[in-house]
């Protein structure tokens, strides 16, 4: 109680215009994921279709193809986190960047080298300030991916998958991002993208619906050639689009939760300023009784 | 069997075109191809070019296409690629300029030969639906 009430005042507006900006944060986050989530579904069709190409050729055609096969003895492994650019989404970042670490630990434990790849500011931030080397980082595109980075990134990926020799040839390529269960969970997820493992999310063709027998031009291999590469980098962009999702929904949680305290603190200060001009009249009130008191008792005593 | 083939035209962000068709041709590295009721089964990778629908109620829907794929199973076509276009999304006075660009690079890389075939897909998109 030791401050006047004009510094709780003062407080108290501190408090109500940050409440006010942490508030249209809120509101953004919330209408932005709305679209984020339409993002999501617009590119499922493509996804789906590619899925159901790549099967087919799975199932009719001896796929031994580079992207496919695993490695003997793999001993260098790639690891692409992809973080947010902005703050301000609660553990969002740290999230995800724990999962990596933990992904991490128990590659080395197998005896592995990991390169990083990393998307986004935050992550990119993380590594600078700890010192540790980071072979590529992409940002700038955390809430709103287009399919042309996460082309980049795949290519970028792809390209050292398949290299042999040089500097920064990989054997297996991991993935790290933050999957987009609802609107109140999201979780952190490690997933192995290459070699890619037999196509998952394929639902079984019911006994009678068989897969048809597929004509291929020119080639199976040439399809496949040309299928795999695009199958790899849907895979990233679904990853990219899961982890807008995630960054958007997390975001404005954590906006609610801080506009939430700003109002708590609000009334603790609106309280603690009203204790504070009470006092202060019942000071003066005893001032001034005690003050005519003195002159009535002085008077009484001159008569 | 169905009446018509159904036709879904998809790029990686979004489907471009998708409903009930009469005819799909494409330009897949092997050539044109073109695809009717009752086609057999095929996989097929596709140049840079036009992709042309002629739909079920007598019109035409025409796409230029960067690559992709062509699917054909059981009265269903799946044309996937990265980036499809219609014609009144095409800037056709971008694609002149980026058409001259990449005639100027020809023969420098492979890559210039991609530019100058996109470029004129899009061009021939547009002349072609107009």
């Not at chain 2, 079920?56 to 009265?75: H, I, P, Y």
Request: proline share 3%; charged share 30%; hydrophobic share 40%.
């Amino acid at each position: 109680m030791a401050l006047s009430v004009r510094e709780y005042r003062a407080r108290i507006k501190s408090t109500e215009s940050m409440k006010k900006i942490t508030r249209a944060m809120e509101l953004i986050a919330a209408s932005r994921i709305i679209k984020a989530q339409q993002r999501a579904q617009s590119a499922a069709p493509y996804a789906r279709e590619l899925t159901r190409a790549v099967s087919a050729v799975a199932t009719y055609s001896n796929v031994d193809h580079p992207l496919t096969r695993e490695p003997e003895n793999p001993q260098r492994v790639a690891m692409l986190i992809v973080t947010s650019d902005r703050g301000l989404a609660g553990a969002y970042s740290s999230s995800v960047l724990k999962e990596a670490e933990r992904l991490a630990e128990k590659l080395r434990g197998e005896g592995k080298h990991i390169d990083t790849y990393l998307c986004g500011r935050k992550g990119e931030a993380y590594f600078r300030f700890r010192g540790r080397p980071v072979v590529r980082a992409w940002t700038g595109f955390s809430d709103q991916p287009s399919y042309e980075a996460a082309l980049e990134v795949g290519t970028t990926l792809i390209d050292a998958f398949l290299d042999e020799e040089g500097e920064h040839a990989v054997d297996e390529v991991h993935v790290v991002y933050t999957r987009f269960r609802s609107m109140l969970l999201q979780e952190p997820t490690a997933v192995r993208l290459l070699p890619l493992e037999v196509v998952e999310g394929e639902e079984r063709p019911a006994s009678d619906e068989v897969l048809p027998l597929y004509e291929f031009e020119p080639s199976a291999e040439a399809v496949l050639d040309n299928l795999l590469p695009q199958y790899v980098q849907s895979r990233i962009f679904f990853a990219f689009l899961q982890a807008a999702a995630s960054e958007l929904a997390a975001r404005q949680k954590a906006m609610k939760s801080a506009t939430d305290n700003a109002d708590e603190l609000i009334k603790k200060y609106t309280r603690i300023a009203n204790q504070a001009r009470q006092a202060g009249i019942t000071q003066e009130i005893s001032e001034i009784v005690g003050g005519v008191n003195a002159l009535a008792d002085a008077q009484a005593g001159s008569e | 069997m169905a009446e018509h083939l159904h036709v879904e035209l998809v790029a990686a962000d979004r489907t471009v075109w998708s409903g009930e068709a009469e005819m799909v041709i494409a330009r897949t590295t092997e050539g044109d191809v073109g695809v009717l009721r009752g086609h057999a089964p095929l996989l097929s990778v596709l140049t840079d070019a036009v992709v042309e629908i002629s739909t079920a109620d007598d019109g035409v829907v025409v796409a230029a296409v960067d690559g992709g794929f062509l699917s054909v199973a059981n009265d269903r076509v799946s044309v996937l690629s990265q980036r499809a276009l219609l014609p009144e999304e095409i800037d056709v006075d971008q694609a002149r300029v980026e058409l001259e660009e990449a005639r100027g690079l020809i023969g420098a890389s492979d890559e210039a030969e991609r530019r100058l075939r996109r470029a004129e897909a899009r061009i021939r998109a547009v002349e072609r639906a107009s």
